[in-house]
């Protein structure tokens, strides 16, 4: 089982930024397409982010094109979303996963915006 270790949430302000990272140890991280999942409250798992082993190819979600930023330290094992301009409805909790539909993810970092 991979062990995925997320954090950076937090509360913020509408308008606000945070940068979410993911540790994941143990794991041959570099060969691997990672991803940004979210689940707000009462919805199913939303897919946020991918990136490329490379990491040359990114893709996001029309909810978070233009205002979030996905990358990655393959010598860190680390994967991050750098998260600017949220909005309320990006409240979330929010995974880092080895697969698109967020099946091995870690325990989630809580992503509160206020109004």
């Known amino acids: 089982q991979v062990q995925l270790v997320e954090s950076g949430g937090g509360l913020v302000q509408a308008g606000g930024s945070l940068r979410l990272s993911c540790v994941v140890p143990g794991f041959t991280f570099s060969s691997s397409w990672m991803y940004w999942v979210r689940q707000s409250p009462g919805k199913g798992l939303e897919w946020v982010s991918s990136?490329?082993?490379?990491?040359?190819?990114?893709y996001y979600s029309d909810s978070a094109k233009g205002r979030f930023t996905i990358s990655r330290d393959n010598a860190k094992n680390t994967l991050y979303l750098q998260m600017n301009n949220l909005k309320v409805d990006d409240t979330a909790v929010y995974y880092c996963a080895t697969d698109a539909a967020g099946t091995n993810r870690g325990q989630g970092t809580q992503v509160t915006v206020s109004s």
């Open positions: 990136i490329s082993t490379d990491p040359k190819r990114t």
